[in-house]
């Protein structure tokens, strides 16, 4: 293809010598691993991938258009939209920045995704710099109108984040899965306050129909479990404590997807009582089943981290505690008790060591790693008994244990 005067080529042709599909599909992982820590918010979202937008701010050139002309080595993209560029220029591709109704010519070997690329077809355009040799990689993603309209309006990032999810709020679970999944990651990147801050923005009787809809993907579960919990009005509350119920009682053989948030929701909204609940149906009972005990265990770590108060830390402990008697969980509990400060379990962990039944050397360690961390001299004085009863096994353990602190 011939380009006609004005048309800029991305990248330049003298770039593209010995590309293969291997090298693109390289360059588009490294383009995702580079922008993953940007997922790490949501505790029980799994699976969090960057957003577009995320991926609009890191680009180098971001732009909604149209696919004028395709043959089988390039095709010819009219820029309608240029998104997030504010200083970039020194960064952009040979020629500058493109502007609106500019026209780039680009090789389909730079360019992920332009497989479903055809002429006439709306996309979304994003190129990032290859560190090896400093060219351009494209990506696209074909578009309809709605989807264009989504992003066009999409907020900026530099908006208040509350403003911003209330944007996304609309199109949780929308009927177009582009726009349903990158929703669901806006939310999966946002913090637990910043979420609880658009609560009232939340179609609160719909999350109580996707929780229980096996057409809504298991990954996203964990998500509106916990926001069921932070519904504000009291006809909401009431409903979405009956969905988190229902949701508890339904029989599992062992893991289910989504629950740890299920349970993390259900203590936020029923505080104490949901506390006592959780503690009957899987902490203290022997029965439980262990992939259910995991996201309790998850659940608690939450709401200790960010419950505000409203569960007092000494109950929490005390629902903790009753995983001590599971030898599969008593080492992650004891951990877990260290970090809290909790010292009034001393006298039960200690009894833990060399227990028949607990898993070695995990349980050793993390005894020995709580007793390392308690400022309480009954612990320097249980350490020092355990050294003298078993001096190689401490040692080990003493070594293994440095996220506690120093040794006493």
């Not at 306050?193 to 964990?222: F, S, T």
Request: hydrophobic residues 45%.
């Amino acid at each position: 293809m011939t380009a006609p005067p004005g048309t800029r080529i991305y990248p330049p042709p003298s770039r593209l010598q010995g590309r293969s599909l291997a090298q693109s599909l390289i360059a588009a992982l490294a383009f995702v691993i580079c922008a993953a820590p940007f997922a790490v918010a949501c505790p029980f979202c799994t699976g969090v991938l960057p957003s577009i937008s995320q991926r609009r701010e890191e680009a180098i050139v971001a732009a909604l258009g149209e696919v004028t002309e395709v043959d089988a080595q390039r095709f010819k993209f009219r820029v309608h939209k240029l998104l997030s560029v504010a200083g970039k220029q020194d960064k952009a591709p040979q020629g500058g920045q493109p502007d609106k109704d500019d026209v780039l010519e680009i090789a389909l070997a730079s360019a992920t995704g332009a497989a479903d690329i055809k002429s006439g077809r709306l996309a979304l355009a994003l190129a990032s710099r290859r560190e090896k040799d400093d060219a351009f990689d494209w990506e696209f993603t074909p578009l309809d109108e709605i989807s264009y309209g989504y992003i066009a309006r999409a907020p900026a990032r530099r908006l208040p984040p509350a403003e911003r999810l209330a944007y996304y709020a609309r199109y949780l679970e929308h009927a177009d899965p582009l726009l349903a999944e990158d929703a669901y990651l806006e939310f999966g990147a946002a913090s637990f306050d910043e979420v609880a801050q658009v609560a009232d923005k939340l179609p609160m009787a719909k999350i109580r129909q996707w929780v229980a809809d096996p057409r809504v993907p298991e990954a996203r579960k964990g998500f509106y479990g916990l926001a069921l919990g932070l519904a504000k009005s009291a006809e909401d509350r009431q409903a979405n404590q009956a969905a988190l119920e229902r949701w508890i009682a339904t029989p599992a053989d062992d893991f289910r997807a989504g629950f740890d948030g299920a349970l993390g929701g259900y203590l936020v909204l029923t505080g104490r009582a949901g506390l006592k609940k959780i503690e009957e149906l899987y902490l203290t009972n022997p029965k439980s089943q262990p992939g259910d005990v995991r996201h309790a265990l998850t659940a608690l770590r939450f709401f200790h981290e960010f419950g505000r108060g409203a569960i007092p830390p000494t109950d929490l402990n005390k629902a903790l505690r009753g995983l001590l008697a599971r030898p599969e969980f008593a080492a992650v509990a004891t951990v877990d008790l260290a970090r809290w400060n909790d010292w009034g379990a001393l006298d039960r962990i200690v009894a833990l060591y060399g227990k028949a039944g607990y898993p070695e050397p995990a349980t050793s360690r993390a005894v020995v790693g709580y007793l390392l961390a308690s400022p309480q001299p009954q612990a320097a004085t249980a350490l020092a008994r355990l050294r003298k009863r078993d001096p190689a096994g401490v040692a080990d353990a003493e070594k293994q244990s440095t996220l506690f602190g120093p040794t006493r």
